[in-house]
Structures are given as C-alpha cells and as structure tokens.
C-alpha cells in the first residue's frame, strides 16, 4: 500500500534562507509520481513541483527543487530564497503507476512551513 | 483557462439531510478527482473519473457516497444521510491526458459542516 510520511509538522525559516521539507515514501510499484503541493490559508492547493521515478535528474522549478534519493525513499523539497509569501502548508504525495499517470493519489499530513521577516 | 470550479463553497446541513456538490473542471481536462480533507491532514483520495468513466472510487467511501460525471464534463458528489464525521474540506482537481496528466489542478472546495 502507498504511504507518505512527512515527518514536520512546523517548520520555521528566515526570509531569503533556503529551507528542506522532509517527505518519505513507500511503494512496491516501481513507476510511480511523487508531487509536492503548497496550501496557503485560503484554502487552494497549488501544485508545485513533479519527480517520476524514472527521471535521472531531481527536479527543479524556479525556487523550488526536488531531492529525490530513490534508494532511500526520499522526495524532499527545498525552497530557496524564501519569501514571506511562502508561509502556507507544503503537502507531498505520490500516484502510482507508468509516469505517476495513475488515478489514486497519496498525501502525507503536511508540513506547515512559516517564513520569518 | 478558468480554472477548476466547485459549488457551493460553503453547506451548513443537519443530520441525516442529503447535500450535493457540484465541480466543473477546466475544459480541455478529461480526467477528475474528488478528494476530502479534514483539519490537520491532507488530501484523502475519493474517486476519480476519465471522460464519463468511473476508474476507482475509494473503499473507505460508505454506500452513502456517489459520484456521477454523466457526461464527461462537470461532476457531482452526493452524500446521503449525513453524518457529523462528514464534515470536511471536499476538494475536487482535473488534469489532462497524456504528459500533462502529472499535475493535478485543484479548486477552492467544498467546506461542509453537519450539524
């Protein structure tokens, strides 16, 4: 069964530092989507960032990037440069399937990330 | 692009009503979800539609949920005989076929609250 973990329920950052946002997996499929996900308080869940499991190389997306270390099940997120406007919830989640192409998707709990002035 | 819509945005119900949303998809988008987040956690998977067609639909949703896309377009959930633990966030997100299909485009939700 899939199952995501994010293991922070808060985390603080200094404006314009660079912050990781911890997220595990756990999967027997060997194709599968991890995606990361940001919820600011009003409500909207605004995707961010995608790594399949195939991909060579850890994503990236302006500020965002995506560590992905597949051996250890790992799909962290790091936002550089941190902005006020980044404060909100960060959820990561992972589809099964050929290119995470899958219909069910998986989301941790979320992280709640505050970015300090 | 529109963007993903659901409405209402808020229902207050009592116990025991019938409630009804609706989600209207961005156009081109052929498939569509339907999540529920409560307070505190995220996103749980529902039931998810390609076209008119019904792939999957979670075992955690009771026979008092149904969802119905009837002609490939907008989508409707229905939860019949409300229960206090069906209050939640009811989030629905389309995405396209092919490449795109990785990112799901979510809408503003659903706020449910039964009393």
């Known amino acids: 069964a899939q199952k995501i973990t994010q293991t922070q329920p808060g985390m603080f950052v200094q404006e314009k530092e660079a912050v990781t946002l911890d997220c595990t997996y756990d999967?027997?499929?060997?194709?599968?989507?991890l995606f990361w996900y940001k919820q600011p308080s009003s409500g909207e869940m605004i995707f961010l960032i995608y790594?399949?499991?195939?991909?060579?190389q850890n994503a990236t997306e302006g500020r965002y990037s995506l560590n992905f270390q597949k051996a250890r099940k790992s799909a962290n997120l790091v936002i550089s440069a941190s902005q006020l406007g980044d404060s909100a919830m960060y959820f990561c989640?992972?589809?099964?399937?050929?290119?995470?192409?899958?219909?069910?998707?998986?989301f941790g709990d979320g992280t709640t990330l505050t970015v300090k002035p | 692009d529109t963007g993903v819509s659901q409405d209402p945005r808020h229902k207050i119900t009592k116990r025991g009503q019938n409630v009804t949303f609706r989600c209207d998809p961005i156009s081109e988008h052929n498939r569509l979800y339907w999540y529920r987040q409560t307070l505190g956690q995220g996103p749980e998977f529902l039931t998810y539609?390609?076209?008119?067609?019904?792939?999957?639909k979670s075992r955690l949703l009771s026979d008092r949920f149904s969802a119905e896309r009837p002609k490939g377009s907008f989508s409707t959930l229905e939860i019949q005989r409300t229960e206090q633990g069906d209050s939640a966030m009811y989030l629905c997100?389309?995405?396209?076929?092919?490449?795109?299909?990785?990112?799901?485009?979510f809408g503003p939700g659903t706020r449910l609250t039964v009393l």
């Open positions: 997100a389309s995405s396209r076929p092919g490449q795109g299909a990785n990112e799901q485009f």
């Open positions: 989640a992972m589809r099964e399937g050929r290119r995470g192409n899958a219909g069910k998707s998986t």
């Open positions: 790594q399949g499991s195939y991909d060579q």
């Open positions: 999967t027997s499929d060997p194709s599968y989507g």
């Open positions: 539609f390609q076209n008119e067609a019904q792939l999957e």
